[in-house]
Nanobody, 122 residues
Framework: QIHLVETGGGLVHAGGSLRLDCAAD?????TGWFRQAPGKEREFVAA????????YYGDSVKGRFTISLGNSENTAYLEMNSLKPEDTGVYYC??????????????????WGQGTMVTVSS
């Protein structure tokens, strides 16, 4: 069992930036970020192999968000730039123990964090 903890959410104006951190208490094969807006389904944001590459992004965040390895062991970052009001939602860190054909799928992940709220004001 792996436990994940997300930190770094908050309130930011449109056009601003935030960084989310995900800390795992053990090694994983893949780390991903998803988000869920009120009344909507959970949406894939980004994913990363345990080595840092390759990386994968959802179409709505390409060119604005960057997933990367954290400075500490078993941590990952999600750098979010040029934030838009539609980026608002609860952001979840997820981790999987094996490779998958589709890292955008919820089923590719075995463990989930509790989520951190990101609010982008217009």
């Amino acid at each position: 069992q792996i436990h994940l903890v997300e930190t770094g959410g908050g309130l930011v104006h449109a056009g601003g930036s935030l960084r989310l951190d995900c800390a795992a208490d053990g090694p994983t094969y893949v780390t991903g970020w998803f988000r869920q807006a009120p009344g909507k389904e959970r949406e894939f944001v980004a994913a990363m192999h345990w080595s840092g590459t390759p990386t994968y992004y959802g179409d709505s965040v390409k060119g604005r968000f960057t997933i990367s390895l954290g400075n500490s062991e078993n941590t990952a970052y999600l750098e979010m730039n040029s934030l838009k009001p539609e980026d608002t939602g609860v952001y979840y860190c997820a981790a999987g123990r094996q490779s998958s054909r589709d890292y955008a799928a919820l089923s590719a992940y075995n463990w989930w964090g509790q989520g951190t709220m990101v609010t982008v004001s217009s």
